[in-house]
């Protein structure tokens, strides 16, 4: 085969324009090319492992077979540029433009409200224009498939599905055969055109990998450092697409993908009768929810198999299914079963390192023949299964009798485990209740997971190896049933009971729907004034666009270095050595910072910002590495050899941390009444423990910042994704040791924040700084999303013991809380995080003895920081547990208790602020009245009468939330306003864009002020330099003190053109701007709010800490799969006291995303520690945030007009943390359902509340005889894999 010396021409189409790349390197991904190379900057990196969608573009191929076009969405962080030969990919920006023409996905996203932070709409808008390109009017199952990969953190996604709703190039050039390859630095990509090449070149390069989709390679070669020196790509081989259907089976070519395969064989299933087609369907159920919609655009069958993932959803199924791999070399063909010694991957049985799969035969079924496929993962859909099986049954015609029997899992070890010993003793048995028992019994000794198997939930996936045979078990009754219908003198098979039904179904992937109610403006208010009124994000049209600049997008600057991290390996040790030598002489290395080139100080005494001769976390920041280019970096981090001498204690629970009195800050107490003696008087008391997990900000931007050093008067220029930037200048001030004038923050967006951008872009500043200082030139610092997860800490875990004395009737006289945070190794916020949780933890309830103190812990893991909520979403947990607790006690409904103790009159909270709690209950009686809350509950009750194994909850959470910070002097805001000559008005002011709309409030409060429309208005960035001394966007009141900021700014101008105005009151705005100039008046003003006194005397437990509360209401319905631990939302009313929003569409925004964000904490939202203190949860593979999926199936959102009148900006409220906490509604409706199979089991003692309510929580809550059947490891045996550190 010849071979040319040189590298090829690649060649593609990028937006229809023609990109010939002469010396392109394999190991770019598409990701890097568009935004580094062709400086498409819309198409964003948020986790660089296929998993969030933020990268999606749109490939069209031509089909080798079919030859037509056929267009594709993927995710070009997982794609290799050279895998384009020919293609024509599509980016956002080809879409359409806000200066040319937008396209109507995103001109219908942004006007739906679609975009928050604006980070994942790129990627939103490429998913659904690549749907709308195959089907220009998709049905609703169409569009949740399309959106399935794609991740967003700000806005719930119902809007995102509602702009969807409303729609219910250039090509390749014909292929050619010569082989292409591709030269990099240290890969040589081959991409035959012929099979006989292909062949020739696997026998030449045996060990070079077959790159398909890359879907596997990919994510082993990024993050466990796989290399491979040449890659085969087998892309341009039609055999491998071929599909051959033949009158036993079905032959489809290894390389179809897996949205192929899925499309091929739906249409086998329309063609074939029923009985023919049970592993086609058994497939096809798996294919529904494997990945996302651009992984199954990417994945090959091909790949799939030969990968062998312990995970893999089809193996087992093909396993079972008898399939049969179809082998090609050079030497000829072969055929090999798909069966367990395969899958094992035992080299008898496996590939010859020349061979390559061509094609994969999947037989018929026959009649009497049963296969069923099961799985369950964290979430629905875009998650890998905990444990999954395929399962297959031939009885003997017309009989009970097992013929044959196969059953493979996954998820159960190291690879797809298949059942054999127990399958071979069941054949010959009848299908009944005793071969039930028996089946359980050998595959729970066959099936075997030690206490420490790697994944940890080991209890939860030997409970499923059971629980999947008992639905198997079903729906073969099921099945034999409409059998034997048509045959009258047929076998009599075992009833299923009516109750056990409900076991057959599975959840289907829905989407949501529902209302959002709120008050219009007055019919008074001038059309021009857009207070009040659900005005378009002001950046929507650019964020659908992928104009919007976030800071990554900033175009490279001169001189540019690269800065990675390097940070601990350890939890808690010495550091004996750092030797840098190995990484300074790799090319493109130009330094290595430490903490010793830091000319001022390095952070604080308990708190520096890199560490200097101790490591106190897995993730703690050594030193950073600065080289040309960001891969030159990465591999430099590699050989840094860092010597550690281990140190104790290592801390990582709260347990630990109780044990060693390790704690961050003194306790914090509040205590009203006489609570010893109230606990004597009461009629019952209950105790219990309430157990919180932790949170990922999971924000989709991850940490960046581009410092850049001026040559003059060491003046830096500092672009950096925080919510606070006067606290990165005053850091990197203090670190560099220059005054604070000297450094300017410009913040333009953050592609979100929720609390994670406030303390810790300071770090990352101050480190940039040091290098850019150091080298002398601009620093871009970019962390990947492991890195993020790793270093920068989140939401506190929280554990929680109460007390709680009450009366028969359920009125609570008297509660004892005590908790416990888990604050990680250094302080950050976590006594402010302690006190806030103690301030808001009576949520709504008058009690009158109560003590609450809580305490933050100090242990070896990374601090914890500021995230939505601060403590309240934690804490107040704890107080909704102790309502349940009571109304079990009690035997009265949940929802009676809290309406007995809830505040009801004018009253004084703990800390003896008075307050109204008229909204309160208005919010409690219209989230009541509009959710049907009383006749649906019966509705629960009755179906949970009838069905044994599905359950359904319900339940109804009322909210007092405090908005503000309790001091004084974080109470204040500033704004500038200048207006030019032309009319133009600039609007800066200090707060921050983080995707909750400050600037486009901002804008509709000057547009009011000055009386001109919004479009005479702008706003270019926040920048430390226009506005100094700013306080953190965060706390809910952004919106508020900068609003009224900009208010008095503008009513300053307005009073100085007053004169002018009524000079000439027919003028125009230009007219008197005009006049205004001539006459050498001032047209550019300060404004300032002093804002509200707050303040708490924790010795005296009194206060004054918050400006004003926010109230709400939210009840919803779920139905938990007993067997499964899955559980599906059907319905959530969320009622809000928004009082009088200044944007309805922008704080329904708020109220849907932070709901979903805490149903996330609540429901599957779980980071994994070893003992060790190492986080296993880095990335959107083991860390799950909502997808569109789990949105409640009816979501309706009302906000409630008040009487009130908050001392805010035209009487609005800060919608921004509140909704966070009603997520917990979701959680307490599983706990009720949960509850319900209990008493139904009669299972009596009290389950310890654990948050989030995983699937394995819930399953393994649901005790009964499959969970009974399960071996129980002792503890004390062995060091489980992961262990819970709340
Ligand atoms: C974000 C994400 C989510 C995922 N979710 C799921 C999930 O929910 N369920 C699930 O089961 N899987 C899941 N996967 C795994 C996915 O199914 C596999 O990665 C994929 O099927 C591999 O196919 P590929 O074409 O990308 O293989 P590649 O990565 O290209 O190759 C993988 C291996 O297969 C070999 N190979 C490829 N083709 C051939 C051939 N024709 N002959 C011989 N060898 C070949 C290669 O040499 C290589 O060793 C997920 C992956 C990602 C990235
Ligand atoms: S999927 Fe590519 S960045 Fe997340
Ligand atoms: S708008 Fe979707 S991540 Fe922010």
Request: neutral net charge; glycine residues 8%; charged residues 20%.
């Amino acid at each position: 085969m010849p071979c040319p010396p040189k590298s090829d021409d690649l060649v593609f189409f990028v937006n229809g324009r023609k990109v010939i790349e002469r010396n392109v390197d394999p190991e770019v991904t598409l990701l890097s090319f568009l935004r580094k190379n062709l400086r498409l900057t819309g198409t964003k990196y948020a986790c660089g492992r296929g998993g969030c969608g933020a990268c999606t573009v749109m490939v069209s191929k031509r089909d080798p077979l079919s030859a037509k076009i056929r267009h594709f969405s993927i995710t070009a962080c997982l794609v290799p540029i050279c895998s384009l030969y020919g293609a024509a990919v599509t980016t956002v920006e080809g879409v359409g433009s806000i200066n040319t023409r937008l396209h109507p996905v995103q001109e219908r996203i942004a006007k739906s409200h679609g975009t928050q932070c604006g980070f994942c709409t790129p990627g939103m808008v490429m998913s659904m224009y690549t749907l709308l390109r195959n089907h220009p009017q998709p049905s609703e199952e169409q569009l949740l498939e399309a959106l399935g990969g794609n991740l967003c953190r700000c806005t719930g996604y119902r809007p995102i599905l509602a702009s969807g709703r409303t729609f219910c190039v250039r090509m390749a050039e014909k292929p050619e055969k010569q082989t292409l390859i591709f030269r990099g630095e240290r890969v040589t990509w081959i991409s035959p055109g012929t099979l006989k090449d292909l062949l020739e070149l696997k026998a030449k390069h045996p060990e070079a990998p077959l790159i398909s989709g890359n879907t596997s390679l990919g994510p082993a070669m990024k993050s466990q450092g796989h290399f491979y020196p040449i890659l085969l790509s087998p892309a341009r081989i039609s055999e491998l697409s071929m599909v051959s259907k033949t009158s036993d089976g079905l032959t489809i070519g290894a390389g179809c993908s897996l949205a192929q395969v899925k499309d091929i064989l739906a249409e086998r299933v329309s063609e074939l009768p029923e009985e023919k087609t049970q592993t086609y369907r058994a497939l096809l159920k798996h294919l529904r929810s494997l990945a996302g919609q651009q992984i199954r655009n990417m994945a090959s069958l091909g790949g799939h198999i030969i990968s062998r993932h312990c995970y893999s959803d089809l193996n087992p199924i093909l396993a079972v299914g008898n399939a049969t791999l179809n082998l090609i070399s050079e030497e000829g063909t072969r055929q090999i079963p798909l069966n367990e010694h395969f899958l094992a991957g035992l080299a008898s049985v496996d590939l010859k390192p020349e061979e390559i799969l061509e094609s994969v035969y999947i037989p018929h079924s026959q009649k009497w023949e049963f296969v069923s496929a099961f799985r369950q993962a964290q979430c629905q859909q875009n998650a890998l299964a905990d444990v999954n099986a395929g399962m297959r049954v031939v009885l003997k015609e017309g009989t009970d009798t097992i013929k044959d029997l196969s059953i493979a899992y996954g998820g159960v070890g190291a690879a797809t485990v298949s059942a054999q010993k127990s399958c071979q003793q069941l054949v010959g048995r009848p299908w009944n209740e005793l071969m039930l028992e028996e089946a359980c019994r050998l595959l729970l000794e066959e099936v075997s997971l030690p206490g420490w198997a790697p994944g940890g939930k080991v209890e939860f996936k030997r409970t499923l190896v059971v629980s999947f045979f008992f639905k198997f078990y079903l729906e073969v009754l099921q099945e034999l049933k409409k059998l034997v219908k048509f045959m009258p003198d047929s076998h009599h098979y075992p009833e299923i009971s009516d109750q056990f039904l409900s076991a057959l179904e599975d959840f289907p992937i829905t989407g949501s729907q529902g209302v959002q109610r709120y008050q219009r403006v007055d019919s008074h208010q001038s059309l021009q004034d857009p207070v009040g009124r659900p005005i378009m994000h002001l950046s929507g049209l650019k964020h659908a666009t992928g104009e919007a600049i976030f800071c990554d997008d900033i175009p490279m600057v001169d001189r540019e270095l690269f800065m990675v991290l390097v940070t601990s390996t350890r939890a808690h040790a010495k550091i004996i050595s750092v030797d840098l030598s190995q990484a300074l002489d790799l090319p493109g290395v130009i330094d290595v910072i430490t903490a010793e080139d830091i000319p001022g100080t390095n952070g604080t005494e308990d708190d520096k910002l890199m560490a200097v001769d101790e490591v106190l976390c897995v993730g703690h920041i050594i030193c950073a590495v600065v080289a040309e280019t960001e891969l030159q970096a990465k591999s430099a981090t590699e050989k840094i050899k860092i010597t550690y001498e281990d140190l104790e204690p290592v801390i990582i629970t709260i347990n630990d941390a109780i044990k060693h009195n390790s704690f961050l800050c003194p306790e914090k107490k509040l205590e009203q009444g006489n609570v010893e003696e109230a606990f004597e008087k009461v009629d019952q008391i209950v105790e219990g423990e309430v157990h919180v997990g932790g949170q990922e900000h999971f924000y989709m931007e991850t940490q960046r910042v581009l410092v850049i050093p001026k040559t003059e008067d060491k003046e830096l220029d500092i672009y950096v994704s925080t919510q606070d930037p006067a606290h990165v200048q005053k850091t990197v001030s203090s670190t560099l040791n220059i005054p604070i004038n000297r450094i300017t923050c410009h913040v333009k967006r953050v592609g979100g924040g929720f609390g994670g951008k406030v303390g810790r872009p300071a770090v990352f500043g101050a480190i940039a700084a040091v290098g850019a200082i150091k080298t002398g030139h601009p620093i871009r610092l970019v962390l990947d999303r492991k890195d993020d997860m790793l270093i920068t800490g989140g939401r506190h875990p929280l554990f929680g013991k109460y007390k709680v004395g009450f009366m028969n009737n359920g009125r609570i006289k008297a509660l004892d809380i005590e908790c416990f945070v888990n604050g990680g190794c250094m302080l950050d916020d976590s006594e402010l995080v302690t006190e806030f949780l103690i301030l808001k933890l009576e949520n709504a309830y008058k009690i009158r003895n109560l003590r609450f103190r809580g305490r933050a812990c100090m242990t070896n893991l990374p601090s914890n920081t500021a995230f939505r909520g601060f403590g309240f979403p934690q804490g107040t947990l704890i107080t909704e547990s102790c309502i349940t607790a009571v109304a079990a006690k009690c035997g009265l409904l949940p929802e009676k208790i809290r309406e007995k103790n809830m505040y009801k009159t004018v009253d004084k909270t703990i800390y003896k602020q008075a307050f109204s709690p008229e909204t309160l209950i208005r919010c409690w009686n219209e989230c009541l009245d509009k959710s049907s809350f009383h006749s649906r509950r019966m509705q629960v009750e009755e179906f949970n009468k009838k069905n044994y194994w599905k359950k359904k909850g319900m339940a109804i959470i009322p909210m007092k939330f405090s908005v503000g910070f309790a001091a004084t002097s974080y109470h204040q805001a500033a704004a500038l306003v200048h207006i030019y000559t032309d009319g133009s008005v600039l609007v800066t002011h200090g707060g921050n864009e983080l995707g909750q709309g400050i600037h486009t409030k901002m804008l509709q409060v000057a547009s009011r002020e000055l009386n001109i429309p919004m479009s005479s208005l702008h706003i270019c960035e926040t920048s430390t330099a226009t506005v100094p001394n700013t306080i953190a966007t965060a706390a809910s009141i952004g919106s508020d003190v900068n609003g009224r900021a900009v208010q008095n700014a503008c009513q300053i101008l307005l009073k100085r053109l007053e004169p002018i105005i009524k000079k000439n009151p027919e003028g125009t705005w230009e007219d008197w701007i005009e006049a205004a100039f001539e006459q050498r008046i001032s047209l550019s003003a300060t404004g300032y709010f002093r804002g509200y006194k707050a303040f708490m005397d924790w010795e005296k437990g009194e206060g004054d800490p918050f400006p004003y509360y926010v109230y709400g209401a939210a009840c919803s319905e779920v139905e938990v799969d007993c067997l499964t631990g899955a559980h599906k939302k059907i319905r959530t009313d969320i009622v809000m006291d928004a009082c009088c929003s200044l944007n309805p569409a922008i704080d329904i925004g708020q109220v849907e995303g932070s709901f979903i964000q805490g149903m996330g904490l609540y429901t599957t939202e779980e980071l994994k520690y070893s003992p060790e203190g190492v986080l296993y949860s880095r990335g959107p593979d083991e860390y799950k945030i909502p997808t569109i999926a789990d949105v409640p199936e009816e979501f309706n959102v009302s906000l409630l007009p008040s009487s009130q009148t908050p001392p805010t900006i035209y009487s609005s409220k800060g919608l921004g943390e509140s909704g966070m906490f009603l997520g917990s509604s979701v959680f307490f409706a599983i706990t009720d359902a949960v509850a319900a199979a209990r008493r139904e089991r009669d299972t009596v003692e009290d389950f310890t509340v654990r948050s989030p309510a995983t699937p394995e929580w819930v399953r393994m809550a649901c005790a009964d005889r499959f969970t009974e059947m399960i071996p129980r490891d002792d503890p004390k045996t062995f060091r489980p894999w992961s262990i819970p550190i709340a």
